[in-house]
C-alpha cells in the first residue's frame, strides 16, 4: 500500500452563493487527479484549499497527515517551501527577472538546483534567458511549471498547466509533468478543460452542480 499523501474531508465552500459541498477526495503517492468543470464552478478554490491556501467553509484537508488549517503559519510556509508545489492559473512570475532567475530563485530556496534536462523537456531551454516579460503566454507558463518542478515537490497542484498552449505542446508538457510523477514517486492534482490533457490522469473528477463526481475513464 502506498503512502496516503492527501485526505480531504467533507469540504464546503460558498462566497455569496455556495459553490460546493461534501467534497472528499483522497490521493496516494504516485496517484494523478484531473478536474474539469464549467468557468466559475469553483475547481482553482478547491485546488486552493488542498493546497493549503484558502480554509474551506466546512470538512479538513490532511496534507502528509496533518491538518493543514491547523498548522502554525512558519509550518505551512515550510510545506510550501519544501514539499508542495503550486502551479497557479495566473502564474505570478517576477516579470523583470529572466525565466531562468525566476527558476533559480525557487529551487534554491527549496536548496535544489536547475535541472537542464527539465527545461528541455518543457521545451523552453532556448527561451529562459530572456525576460519574462518577453516571453510568449505559453512561454511564461512554462517557465511557471519549471519553477515549481525545480523545488522537487511530493505533491504537485496544477491549475490549468496547460491552458495556453497548443496541442503538441501541451501533449509535451503533459509527458514533462507526469513524468516527473513518476520518477518522483509524487502525486499530482490538476485542473482542467481539456479531456485530451484530462485522460491522461488516472482519476477524473468534474466539479459540477456543487459536487465533485468521479466520471471515471474518459
Ligand atoms: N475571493 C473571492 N471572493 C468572492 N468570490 C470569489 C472569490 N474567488 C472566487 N470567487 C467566485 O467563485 C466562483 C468560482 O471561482 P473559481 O476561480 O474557483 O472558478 P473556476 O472553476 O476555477 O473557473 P475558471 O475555469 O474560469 O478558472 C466564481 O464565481 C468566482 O467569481
Ligand atoms: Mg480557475
Redesign the pocket.
Known sequence: MSETILEARSLAHA??YP?YRDVSLTMKAGDTVAVM??????????LHSLAGLIEPLEGEVKLFGQSLYRLKEEEKERLRRYRTGIVF?SHYLFKGLTGRENIEIAAMLAGREVDGALLERLEIARVVDQKVSQLSGGQQQRVSLARVLSKEPEIVFAD?PTGNLDDETAEAVMAALLAYVQEKNATLFM?T?DPAVARLCRQVYR?ESGQLLDVGEL
Open positions: 462566497f455569496d459553490l468543470g464549467r468557468s466559475g464552478s469553483g475547481k482553482s478554490t478547491l492559473q490549468e485542473v478543460h466539479l
